[in-house]
Nanobody
Framework: VQLQASGGGLVQPGGSLRLTCRGS????????MGWYRQAPGNEREFLAA???????RISDSVKGRFTISRDNTRNIIYPQMDSLKPDDTAVYFC??????????????WGQGTLVTVSS
């Protein structure tokens, strides 16, 4: 399984950003794809996940600002991040795992993409 995250960069506070995670080798039994992030000095934090059936789970910490969608035919997931804040600055990681709801930090990981929110 390979997960390729892209779309990170510098965005101003209040701005929006859409990341992309492309999965290859993701079997049909691997139900969940999702996003996590890790800021310097912090633990990796769950943000959002989505099943093949488009069921979603969004962390309370970003609910109302972040959404997630999925293209099953291409194994791509897109988090849409709005009203970004400097506290959203982190490396964002794509994840794929067999279980729903997602369990801890198990599964497969992409290399991460850096999002910096700053004026």
């Amino acid at each position: 399984v390979q997960l390729q995250a892209s779309g990170g960069g510098l965005v101003q506070p209040g701005g929006s950003l859409r990341l992309t995670c492309r999965g290859s080798g993701v079997s049909s039994s691997m139900r969940t794809m999702g996003w996590y992030r890790q800021a310097p000095g912090n633990e990796r934090e769950f943000l959002a996940a989505i099943t093949r059936g488009k069921t979603t789970r969004i962390s309370d910490s970003v609910k109302g600002r972040f959404t997630i969608s999925r293209d099953n035919t291409r194994n791509i997931i897109y988090p849409q991040m709005d009203s970004l804040k400097p506290d959203d600055t982190a490396v964002y990681f794509c994840n794929a795992q067999y279980d729903w709801p997602p369990i801890g930090l198990q599964g497969f990981w992409g290399q991460g993409t850096l999002v910096t929110v700053s004026s």
